[in-house]
């Protein structure tokens, strides 16, 4: 399959080309066609799938049809909400890099920036707004957005909007739109929330659902290495300066961890940076800047924050302490291995944390391998009872994906159900 074949103009595939993609992913093998036909679609892909380009290149298409392109103050044709600022930035960078050889215009809104230049870039007049929900709205109250001429509607990780809190936010936004329009949603679960959301909003969809990326790709290895809780950061360290890494994105439970494991690490000699939402809007930016350049070695972020963070190859993601959350840790997680590049997602557990260790593995269908780090043997009790003998450091659970049982299912968690029928149109 090339994305020749999947009926897209010669601009969009030349803008495709400048990005090295050669082969459409199975999201945007399977949605782009039926974007391009005008049909609604439900689609069910994590991040690292690819799906920011299923949903923009087709979009892209569909609105250069049109003749009117380039006139002033007109307003958006195509809505895209995102839950996060730090989603809604790259799917705008995403916009703007597959869109550059068509004359579409583009605009992101989102909360913890000045509004003005918003408002300004508004009134030029946009084709394609991304925005938060929060932020949206302050426009549509102080009429600086006109939602009345979308005929397109995206809404990017839905579950992870309402598991924000966005459903009103979202009930009243759709109020501002057309009644007639195109509608896409895509969602890395389906729960009863997000079929009542996608009921409500979309109409007889094509359903696509595609492998979810950390059992399909099999390109994130999985560890846990047990250890103290108190010795975590020591550890942390450790692996850092003897594995020689490069980049490690390492994920705490609260903003206050984040702040103080990133001043350690510092205070080791390891170039670290703290993203969370304490942090201003313009430091979050900097900090992703910093990181995506290489000039910050380690990034500690929160599971908020780091969502919707696109990071090419990120090689490491560490779980300095598990999410609460089991379905966390498969979005943490999803952080590495991305688009095909090979990762390691490391688990740092502590005796306390064996149950949340346990959830995890109940969701993931099988248990994560542990690994013992010479010298970090956990003194009270033990993470799990699965220690392999004589496993060591320098161990490399390589096969991890590849043995156990595979998660069944769409969504991952354990009230999530699978689509019924692959790429089928359902009714509703
Ligand atoms: P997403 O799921 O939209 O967050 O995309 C994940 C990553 O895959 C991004 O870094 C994209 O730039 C990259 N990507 C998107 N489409 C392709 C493709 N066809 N081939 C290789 N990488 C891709």
Redesign the pocket.
């Known amino acids: 399959m090339s994305?020749e074949l999947l009926g897209l103009k010669a601009e969009l595939l030349s803008a495709?080309q400048a990005?090295?993609?050669?082969?459409?992913?199975p999201v945007?093998a399977k949605t782009i066609p039926v974007i391009l036909e005008g049909r609604d679609v439900l689609a069910g892909?994590?991040?690292?799938?690819?799906?920011?380009?299923?949903f923009t290149l087709p979009m892209l298409q569909l609105l250069s049809a049109d003749s009117n392109i380039g006139a002033r103050g007109r307003a958006p044709r195509a809505l895209v909400l995102t839950p996060t600022r730090e989603l809604a930035a790259?799917v705008a960078e995403?916009v703007r890099t597959y869109g550059k050889n068509l004359r579409l215009n583009s605009a992101v809104v989102f909360g913890g920036v000045g509004i003005n230049p918003q408002i300004d870039a508004l009134k030029r007049g946009v084709d394609i707004l991304v925005a938060t929900p929060g932020r949206l709205l302050d426009h549509a109250g102080q009429g600086t957005v006109n939602l009345s001429k979308v005929e397109i509607l995206v809404l990017d990780e839905a579950d992870r909007m309402l598991d924000m809190g966005f459903i009103h936010d979202i009930k009243r936004i759709m109020k501002l739109l057309p009644a007639k329009r195109q509608n896409l949603l895509f969602s890395a679960t389906y729960n009863d929330e997000v079929k009542r959301l996608s009921d409500g909003i979309l109409h007889n969809p094509t359903q696509v659902e595609v492998a979810r990326r950390n059992t399909a790709a099999e390109t994130v290895s999985q560890v846990v290495h047990p250890v103290g809780q108190t010795r975590k950061r020591e550890l942390l360290s450790h692996l850092i300066k003897e594995g020689d890494w490069q980049q490690a994105l390492v994920f705490t439970r609260t903003k206050h961890g984040a702040n103080r494991l990133a001043t350690q690490l510092l205070q080791d000699g390891i170039n670290s940076t703290a993203i969370h939402g304490n942090k201003s809007q313009a430091a979050r930016t900097k900090a992703l800047a910093d990181f995506k350049k290489g000039s910050v070695r380690i990034l500690v972020a929160t599971d908020i924050a780091a969502r919707g963070l696109?990071i090419?190859s990120l090689p490491h993601v560490v779980n300095f302490d598990l999410p609460h959350v089991a379905e966390d840790y498969v979005h943490r997680i999803g952080r590495t291995g991305?688009?095909?590049a090979s990762g390691v997602a490391l688990s740092l557990v502590a005796h306390e944390e064996r149950d949340l260790l346990r959830g995890i593995q109940k969701l993931l269908g099988r248990d994560i391998p542990v690994v013992e780090v010479e010298g970090f043997k956990q003194d009270s009790g033990r993470a799990h009872s699965q220690t392999p003998s004589g496993s060591r450091q320098d161990r490399r659970p390589h096969d991890a994906n590849s043995k156990g049982r595979k998660p069944s299912g769409f969504g991952n968690r354990p009230s999530a159900r699978s689509f019924e029928k692959k790429d089928r149109n359902y009714q509703r």
């Open positions: 994305f495709v990005q090295g993609y050669t082969i459409p992913t945007q892909a994590q991040t690292g799938t690819g799906k920011t380009a299923a790259q995403s696109d090419d991305r688009a095909g």
